[in-house]
């Protein structure tokens, strides 16, 4: 009799629907997507390739899936460390910290690479995930300026000034590993940029 390689069939389409996508990373990581195939991630996966198109019905599909699986578990992630700070200044940092850390280890292609590659109704489907940083953002520059650790500003104007210095930092990277001290200096260059103040320990300061 075959082996069974999970309890129930739902759990066996999980483990084989992880093992695509885990190898549909794993290529993007290696090879990049230009020229990638199906059978390439069938072959990876160690399942037939007639398999993988069950689950995924050509490239730009299961492109779509692993990008919003891995976009999914950084929000999640990203969620749970902003929890653990209370000063807006300091969330700032993280979110700036972790935003940066996830371009550089992401296998993902940046975002016009994606848009030339995807139709518009697959491209528009990532917009959730950036709908939610969006969000987070938000969330902690009213936060610092209701707390007054930041000038009143426009902040729709700097969540897009934010997100555009960290793609643009995230751009000239040439390693797949965070450089600190570059992070570092990201981080002082936003926080400063969206008026936050300091005392002679590093701490944040409010501004009155």
Same mark, same amino acid.
């Given at each position: ?12 389409? #999980? ?11 794993? +290529?993007?990581?290696?090879?990049? +997507?230009?020229? +990638? ?22 490239? #730009? ?18 969620? !749970?460390?902003?929890?653990?700070? #209370? ?11 972790? *935003? ?20 518009? $109704? !697959? ?26 650790? +930041?000038? #009143?500003? $426009?902040?729709?104007?700097?969540? *897009? ?7 643009? !930092? ?5 390693? &797949?590993?965070? &450089? ?10 936003? *926080? ?7 005392? !002679? &320990? ?7």
């Amino acid at each position: 009799m075959p082996r069974i390689a999970a309890p129930t069939n739902a759990a066996q389409r #999980e483990q084989t629907q992880r093992k695509i996508l885990n190898a549909f990373g794993e +290529l993007l990581f290696t090879h990049g +997507l230009p020229g +990638l195939t199906m059978t390439d991630v069938a072959r990876t996966a160690g399942v037939g390739r007639t398999a993988v198109y069950n689950y995924f019905a050509d490239l #730009e599909q299961l492109l779509v899936a692993y990008a919003l699986d891995e976009t999914g578990k950084f929000v999640t992630d990203l969620k !749970s460390s902003l929890q653990d700070l #209370e000063n807006p200044v300091d969330r700032l940092a993280l979110y700036v910290r972790a *935003q940066l850390e996830d371009l550089t280890r992401r296998h993902l292609p940046p975002g016009p690479a994606m848009r030339s590659v995807l139709s518009s $109704e !697959s491209f528009s489907k990532l917009g959730v995930h950036v709908g939610e940083l969006n969000t987070i953002l938000i969330g902690i520059l009213r936060d610092g300026m209701e707390q007054k650790f +930041l000038p #009143e500003a $426009e902040i729709e104007g700097l969540v *897009q000034l934010i997100h555009g210095s960290l793609t643009a !930092s995230a751009s000239r990277r040439n390693s &797949d590993t965070p &450089d600190e001290d570059r992070i570092a200096a990201a981080v002082r260059f936003i *926080q400063a940029g969206v008026g936050a103040a300091f005392d !002679s &320990d590093g701490h944040p300061i409010t501004l009155d």
